[in-house]
């Protein structure tokens, strides 16, 4: 079948995996011009996003989505990519020139190897954003940084294909794509179990508005740690106040055994990083650390 040609720089785009993350940024590229071809999607949440979000791209299997693409961008589960990639291989779909990226945070250029083998051109153009699956990811794109991974000769591109989509990309050597996905997760997927976890304790104490107690505190709190580190640090523990901490483990009883066990691991990571930024006292630290030992509890 003969395509008909488009606008010099534009691409005929498949989305493989229309969830949060695929069906946003095939939206993010159509508004840069770019002509989504087609979509694949199986589930219901995924069948009404690509309605939503790609309402002109008819959805189809994913062999006719890659045969029918000039850029096929990869947005499924980490852990499925590289047996898919590998499968579409074997069937003969992928052909030379075309360009395939993936939006996996952990994996560089390796699950590609298979169509690469067969002159694929490869990336891996990782968003750090947490996606609702809505328009409302398209504006918060403008603020997104790209994990890039790409051979020298596609770096441009794929860079350029962040620029379209209204992010900034950043240079993410093959070697280091666990590291820098490790630091994400870190940072984001915990940080929606802590502030969950501090709600529910709130709810506990008759606070029904949670978002209006905890909103400027926790955006105080990330600025400032954004902006100095550790020196950020304010409470208990960086005070040394184990008679707080002592407290607050009671009052934890009470609670469900997870928020327990994350109270006690971060009071432990807060103090040694305290005390080793010089910021908390060995005796205070001490004070601390027995408070938090569950072996000297009274039972």
């Known amino acids: 079948m003969t395509m008909p040609p488009l606008p010099p720089g534009r691409l005929r785009v498949g989305v493989v995996g229309a969830g949060k993350v695929g069906a946003v940024l095939g939206a993010a590229l159509a508004a840069a011009g770019h002509l989504i071809v087609a979509v694949s999607a199986v589930s219901e949440a995924s069948l009404a996003r690509a309605a939503d979000l790609l309402p002109d791209a008819p959805v189809k299997p994913v062999d006719e989505v890659v045969a029918e693409s000039d850029l096929v961008l990869l947005a499924v589960p980490d852990d499925a990519l590289a047996d898919l990639v590998a499968g579409l291989a074997a069937t003969g779909v992928w052909r030379p020139g075309q360009l395939l990226a993936h939006t996996s945070g952990r994996s560089g250029l390796g699950p590609l190897a298979p169509a690469i083998a067969l002159g694929v051109g490869g990336m891996a153009i990782h968003p750090a954003m947490s996606f609702t699956g809505t328009g ?19 770096l441009a591109p794929a860079s350029a294909l962040v620029v379209e989509m209204g992010g900034e990309p950043l240079v993410i050597d093959e070697f280091d794509r666990v590291r820098y996905h490790l630091g994400l997760a870190h940072g984001s997927n915990y940080l929606v179990t802590l502030v969950a976890q501090a709600a529910q304790i709130l709810r506990g104490a008759g606070v029904d508005n949670t978002d ?31 008679g707080t901490v002592a407290e607050h483990l009671q009052v934890l009883e009470r609670e469900s055994s997870d928020v327990d066990e994350v109270y006690r691991a971060l009071a432990a990571a807060t103090t040694t990083r305290a005390e080793n930024g010089r910021r908390l006292s060995a005796a205070a630290a001490r004070s601390i650390r027995e408070v938090l030992d569950p072996s000297k509890e009274t039972p």
């Open 136 to 154: 409302m990811d398209l504006m918060r794109l403008r603020d997104c940084c790209f994990g890039v991974t790409a051979p020298p000769e596609l």
């Open 212 to 242: 209006r107690l905890l909103r400027p505190l926790l955006s105080a709190a990330l600025d400032n740690a954004l902006r100095s580190g550790d020196a950020a640090l304010t409470g208990p523990v960086a005070r040394g106040d184990a």
